[in-house]
């Protein structure tokens, strides 16, 4: 646990997670693709998801709402992790934290 969850979690909506979204958003922009790194899926878009299947994408988790209000600046990174909502449909349906 953390010391002071609640700096914790104000620095990472406030700070860490729009960086991220921006870093995110700034790769789907220059590849030009649905995926991360173009027109091809990577292991990139698998590992990068499993950030927002945890946080934004997770009804388990007690602020996943604040997560996704602070993706609604970043369309494309939205649409995207819907995308790969869809592929991996069947695991995240078996597991409600699946990595």
């Not at 979204?21 to 590849?31: D, F, S, T």
Request: overall charge positive; aromatic content about 12%; some cysteine.
């Amino acid at each position: 646990m953390y010391k002071d969850k609640d700096t914790a979690l104000t620095n990472w909506i406030c700070k860490l997670f729009p960086e991220y979204l921006a870093k995110v958003e700034g790769l789907l922009k220059e590849h030009k693709g649905p995926h991360l790194l173009g027109a091809k899926l990577t292991l990139a878009d698998f590992v990068c998801s499993q950030t927002f299947f945890l946080l934004s994408h997770n009804e388990a988790y007690e602020n996943s709402d604040i997560m996704m209000a602070c993706m609604a600046g970043y369309p494309l990174t939205k649409a995207w992790v819907e995308r790969m909502q869809v592929l991996c449909a069947s695991t995240l349906s078996k597991n409600k934290r699946p990595f």
